[in-house]
């Protein structure tokens, strides 16, 4: 990681030799809905990950996150679709892989966990074989071996008595320890990248910073990329070096996690970040919140999305918002915004490719 | 790594099969229909053991002979001890049930597992030709296929496994269609799948319980549909002892030896009705509304 920043940290004269381990560009995912209407759940998403980096993607629901992180593994069901963009890991387009290739991939060098962990375990096998199903098929063990296997990773992710709890079943394991089998499923190949979409929303919170602890330091010890996607500015701030934030589709704002949370250039996200309690706060005093709600995707105008619900807009009586789409503006080194009101608060460049 | 932190203990629960057998013998049905099924098991594999006398032996001197100590149930019209002809007869049944039933149930789960998980087009093909296949009365598609193959015991019942296709096919393919909407099945294809590992290791495993339901009430179908045959001729050929070709060579008998016809009726009767039941309470206890 400390690595990885040092060789992007001086990037801006040529960021192209850098390669991030997933690079994304473009990337925008659309939904067919009855009558011909389209819903662009995602729109012309940049984004890269660096190796070994914890990238934190924040946003409310219904923002799209979820979709965004389904589309990187292309699991978009039908009547979503991924209709433009491109996704390099490690250069490889992985919009090009055949159905075999994808299969590979997933698994091997990417694994993804998802929020409710009790239900993405299969209900009617042992909880031991789906650990082993990985290294029966992919790295194709033998079944004694897969099964020592699966045994070993249970214990690494802290599932106590893994020798007795190879056998059960799901529905007998707790929310906490279901989730730490799917860990232990997504890392089994050890994978270069792993997605998590909420993987602590459905527990409870003394549970939740265990498993995120758990996260941590199994990505770090495998050197591990982590995109988590997540609503909780809280969780953000405990484990990601970088946080991107998605607003109706889009990446409105992304840079390291220390300026983000200190200095936000959006107004969404000084919304978001105005509207979490904090330690200390004075009592009585009431948070801030956003007025309005995420807009209907479907019925989007040709302006900035979050132009309705915006102070900044408001407050500096800005008419482009309405008009057209706010490009992404630099606001410091790796950190830009998509903003009109962003540009009068900082140095004006049109970003690179490269954050 | 080293983060060890423990979760909430486990609370302890009896394993799952035995919760499961539990509440197996606590379902009537399924406790008559199970012992007929487990008698008829025994029967068929100790039948040489069982029968007092050979099912082909003919002796003329007793022939028609009504139930007495020396012939339990009698004797057919060239003097075959029908007891032993009926214990030999659950041989038969059984053979019909389970070889029609791997028919129907292989091709026919095969057939439902790709429509329900393939793309719209696979789906459309096999769904018509099964649509196809429902088009015939059930009864005459069997006999065509009898017709195109001959009658014997093998082409009846390979008919009758045929004609049970769609019935199978169908049923797994609703069973897919909701099976494939759930979590584990996206979250088996993020992390690596393939789409014949999601198949046959992820889907075919949760559909098993209404295909196990499916497969006790449809065997005593097959059966009955295969001594049907038989009666008319297209069946099992005699001298085999196979109920329902007994019922036919005795019908002549009817009004004169009334237990020539009963036997195998009754042997056919029991047979049927314990499976039927046995599919009853197994569908009450393996419906996960019923669980407790």
Known sequence: ?355 | MSVILLDEPLVPTPPRWRRFVARLLRNPSVVVGGTILILLILLALFAPWVAPYDPFKVNPVQRLKPPSWLHLMGTDEVGRDLFSRLIFGSRYFLLICIVTASISASIGTLLGLIAGAGSVVTESIIMRLIDVMLAFPYILMVLVIVAILGPSLWTGMISIGIAGIPGYARLVRSAVLTVKREDYVVSARALGASEADILFRTILPNVLSPLIVYLAFSMPLAALVTSSLSFIGLGTQPPAPEWGAMLVNSRTYLFSAWWAVTGPGMALFISIFGLNILGNGLRDVLDPRSAA
């Open chain 1, 1 to 355: 990681m400390m690595a990885m920043q040092q060789i992007e940290t001086p990037q801006t004269g040529s960021p192209k030799n850098v390669q991030p381990l997933l690079r994304i560009t473009g990337l925008t995912t659309e939904f067919r809905l009855e009558g011909g209407r389209r819903l662009q759940a995602v729109q012309d998403v940049d984004l890269d990950i660096g190796a070994g980096e914890i990238l934190g993607l924040v946003g409310e629901s219904g923002s799209g996150k979820s979709v965004f992180a389904q589309s990187i593994l292309r699991l978009v069901q039908p009547p979503g679709q991924v209709v433009a963009g491109a996704i390099a890991f490690e250069g490889r387009s992985v919009m090009d892989m055949s159905a075999r290739e994808l299969s590979r991939w997933r698994g091997r060098d990417v694994g993804m966990i998802f929020q409710q962990p009790q239900s993405c375990l299969n209900p009617v096998r042992r909880i031991g074989w789906q650990v082993a199903e990985p290294l029966l098929l992919q790295e194709k063990l033998s079944r004694k071996a897969a099964w020592a296997g699966a045994v070993d990773l249970l214990r690494a992710v802290g599932i106590p008595a893994p020798e007795e709890k190879v056998l059960a079943y799901p529905h007998q394991l707790s929310g906490g320890q279901a989730q730490r089998v799917m860990i232990a499923i997504a890392l089994a190949l050890k994978p270069k990248l792993l997605i998590a979409d909420e993987p602590t929303t459905a527990l409870d919170v003394t549970i939740q910073a265990q498993i995120l602890e758990l996260l941590r330091e199994s990505c770090r010890m495998l050197g591990t990329s982590l995109l988590l996607v997540t609503h909780d500015l809280g969780v953000v701030a405990r484990l990601a070096d970088r946080v991107a934030v998605m607003y109706a589709g889009r990446i409105v704002e992304e840079g390291p996690v220390e300026t983000m949370l200190t200095a936000p250039a959006h107004p969404y996200t000084q919304g978001l970040i105005g509207a979490a309690p904090q330690l200390g706060q004075a009592r009585g005093v009431r948070l801030k919140d956003i007025p309005g709600t995420i807009p209907d995707l479907s019925r989007l105008g040709a302006g900035c999305a979050f132009a309705p619900r915006c102070d900044a807009r408001a407050g500096q009586n800005l008419e482009s918002c309405t008009l057209s789409q706010p490009l992404p503006v630099s606001i410091r080194p790796r950190h830009r915004a998509l903003c009109f009101a962003a540009k009068a608060s900082s140095a004006v460049s049109p970003c690179e490719i490269s954050p």
